[in-house]
Structure formats: C-alpha cells, structure tokens
C-alpha cells in the first residue's frame, strides 16, 4: 500500500472524489488530505455551485475523515514556509506528502507541483487518470472491485456500468475509461 496525497481538485467532484476513495478502500493506497485541503475543496465548491447543499460537504468531509483514520494530516505547517512552488497556495499540499511521506500528490495541477521541485523529496504530481490507469495495468482485480463497490454505492440513481462508464468520462479518465470499457461486464 502506498501514501498519496489528494488535492483539492480531485476531491472538488462527488464522482472522482468518491472513485479515489474506493480506491483506498481495496487497501491500493492509504489516502491523505489536511483540513485546508478540505477547506478548498469545499470553499471552491460553494462558490461554484451555490444550488447545492454546503452541510452536505461538511458530512462528506466528517465520513471521509472517520472512515480513514489517519488520513487527516496534521503538523506539516512548520514545513510551509519552507516551501517554494509555482503558485505558493499549493506549498501546503507539498507540506502534506512531505509529512506523509507519500510517494504522490493525485493533482490535476500537475504545473503547480514541477518534478525538479519534488524529486528531493521522492514525490510525484500524478494526474487522476494516470494515477488510477497505473493501478488498472498493476492491480485490476483490485480496481475492478473498486469500480464495481463504487457504482453499486451511487444508488440515487442507481447506474449501468455503460452510465457509469459515462460518468467517469465526464471526469477527465480517458485512459481509464477505455480500460474498464474493455472489462464492462465485470464492473
């Protein structure tokens, strides 16, 4: 099993969010994320979709915490100042797989976190798709689970695996998206 820290942004969609974490839930990696994290994540989403909910991001942000325990980063803010990255917001985020010692930061940003910044460090940005595919060549059985655990989950309403599949697309997946369409019967 391996440490990763989620970004904000791959946290902000219910679809992605919630594939990521079946993901840790078949015990593939052990996920991390810091309150600011989560307070991105939430702040960007109440910003951007003001017909929904907000206490519904505060459950999700409660159940995600209790249900990885320890995934909750706290005493890396010592290291943020320390810190320099493209854009300094994301210095926090840095500070979390340091602390961590995670191997990746699971990031659409892949510009805001440069290699020859978090190589010393044995850190890699990874993109969702990337980061997912590389498990689809390495564990498919763990990730059909993972897939098949997560559409079974979204009961309102319930989908196909083709409207999954769909789903998913929508997500910015290609790579992996093409994998479980050739593996749709299992998922």
Known sequence: ?????????????????????????????????????????????????????????????????????????KGYESLVPTLKLPDPNDRHVLAV???????????????????????PYGIVAISP??????????????IFRAVKNHRLYLSRPPKTATEYLATLEKQKLPKTVAFLREHESGI
């Open 97 to 119: 797989a340091i602390q961590t010692h995670s191997s990746s930061i699971v990031t659409f940003n892949l510009n805001d976190f440069p290699k020859a910044i978090l190589e």
């Open 1 to 73: 099993m391996i440490d990763v820290v989620y970004d904000a942004c791959v946290l902000y969609s219910a679809s992605l969010r919630d594939l990521l974490l079946h993901i840790a839930k078949v015990k593939l990696v052990r996920p991390h994320w810091s309150d600011d994290i989560h307070e991105e994540w939430i702040r960007s989403l109440s910003r951007n979709r003001p017909d929904l909910n907000r206490e519904s991001f505060w459950r999700t942000r409660r159940l995600m915490d209790a249900e990885f325990k320890g995934s909750l980063t």
């Open 129 to 142: 798709d990337d980061f997912i595919f590389r498990f689809c060549q390495e564990s498919p059985q763990f």
